[in-house]
């Protein structure tokens, strides 16, 4: 089954409002990242999280290694945040990244 | 600001040739990466490579093989493609292990096998 379960797996916001991704992993976590993979491919590194918080403008991700998951928030969503985030967990153990099953987001104008 | 580069963008081709893409990053590190994401986007790791080690994901057929002559460079080369080859190819680099520093992405290479 899938070790690192995004959800939702597709969301459409209106502009302006905000929303909240969710990463969940059934394997032991030291590290999270979270990308944006824009409509013509390439994937953009937006946080490298220890256990914690980090907050980039609009965007804010959270890290709790104990319960197993982590968080995005995209607060006063705009079209440019439309695209696939993937949120990837890293284990300084076995050094493996393994990728989610991503959230596919439409920011409607 | 790209620092992976991927050539080609695309690439077309027939079943059973042989086909080669590139890699190369700019930012200093010591660890490459091929992905694979499918059509369904899910993202599996190929290899990692550093100057000392190669590690390669034990689904990979032996089709698949990376070639690499610096550390800048990864290059990846499918000696005889088969339809399920098509997906997006990802290059990656990290300075150390990927599972305790950011990953780069480049463009990515799409692939279609006629």
């Known amino acids: 089954g899938d070790k690192v379960k995004q959800s939702p797996s597709a969301l459409s916001l209106q502009e302006g409002t905000n929303s909240a991704l969710r990463c969940n992993f059934s394997?032991?976590?030291?590290?999270v990242q979270w990308f944006l993979q824009n409509p013509r491919g390439s994937l953009m590194n937006l946080f490298y999280?220890?256990?914690g918080t980090k907050e980039n403008g609009r965007l804010k991700s959270a890290f709790d290694s104990k319960e197993s998951y982590s968080t995005l928030h995209i607060r006063d969503a705009q079209l440019e945040d439309s695209g696939t985030y993937f949120c990837?967990?890293?284990?300084?153990?076995?050094?493996?990244?393994?990728f989610g099953t991503g959230t596919r987001l439409q920011v409607l104008p | 600001e790209t620092a992976v580069f991927q050539t080609p963008n695309y690439h077309v081709t027939q079943v059973g040739n042989e086909v080669s893409f590139n890699c190369k990053q700019t930012?200093?590190?010591?660890?490459m990466y091929w992905y694979k994401q499918d059509s369904k986007k899910l993202l599996k790791i190929m290899f990692s490579?550093?100057?000392?080690?190669?590690?390669v994901n034990e689904t990979v057929p032996r089709r698949f093989s990376p070639q690499s002559s610096d550390k800048a460079h990864l290059n990846l080369r499918i000696k005889s493609v088969e339809p399920e080859d098509s997906a997006v190819y990802l290059c990656?680099?990290?300075?150390?292990?990927?599972?305790?520093?950011?990953?780069?992405f480049g463009a990515g290479t799409r692939l279609s096998v006629l």
């Open positions: 990656a680099s990290s300075q150390g292990g990927g599972a305790t520093n950011t990953l780069y």
């Open positions: 394997i032991a976590a030291t590290t």
């Open positions: 999280l220890v256990p």
């Open positions: 990837a967990a890293g284990s300084s153990n076995t050094n493996k990244v393994v």
């Open positions: 930012l200093g590190h010591d660890t």
């Open positions: 490579y550093n100057n000392k080690q190669l590690i």
